[in-house]
Every structure is written in structure tokens, then in C-alpha cells.
């Protein structure tokens, strides 16, 4: 899963598809990546779709 390190080193979890204008998509306080698993890929045949990944909420993410 693609990541960036933040200024402290925390890795930042993100998925990123399709091509176009890009949407940037963040999930609310109770839910997780999941939430918009049924948006991504209709929005992705004419966007490109950036989603953070966040750990906090329950999802474990593989390191590998």
C-alpha cells in the first residue's frame, strides 16, 4: 500500500486511482476507508481518486 512519511516520520496510508481532476476523499470520525468502497470506482473512470487510509479507525494496515 503506497505511503508517504509525515515531518515525524509517521507514515500516511493512502490509495490512488484513476486519471483526471483529482478528488481527495476523507472519511468521517466512525467510519473507514470502506465507507467509499462503492463511490471509488465509478469517480475514478473520470477522476483521479486519492483516499487517506487511517489507521486510527480499526483498519490494520500490512507494512509489507
Not at 493512502?14 to 468521517?28: A, K
Not at 487510509?53 to 507494512?63: F, Q
Amino acid at each position: 500500500m503506497p505511503f508517504m512519511a509525515a515531518e515525524d516520520g509517521v507514515p500516511i496510508y493512502y490509495t490512488d486511482q484513476g486519471r483526471g481532476s483529482p478528488i481527495f476523499l476523507i472519511h468521517g470520525w466512525t467510519m473507514n476507508h470502506k465507507f467509499f468502497r462503492h463511490n471509488i470506482p465509478a469517480l475514478s473512470r473520470t477522476h483521479r481518486v486519492c483516499q487517506w487510509i487511517s489507521e486510527d479507525m480499526g483498519t490494520p494496515v500490512s507494512k509489507n
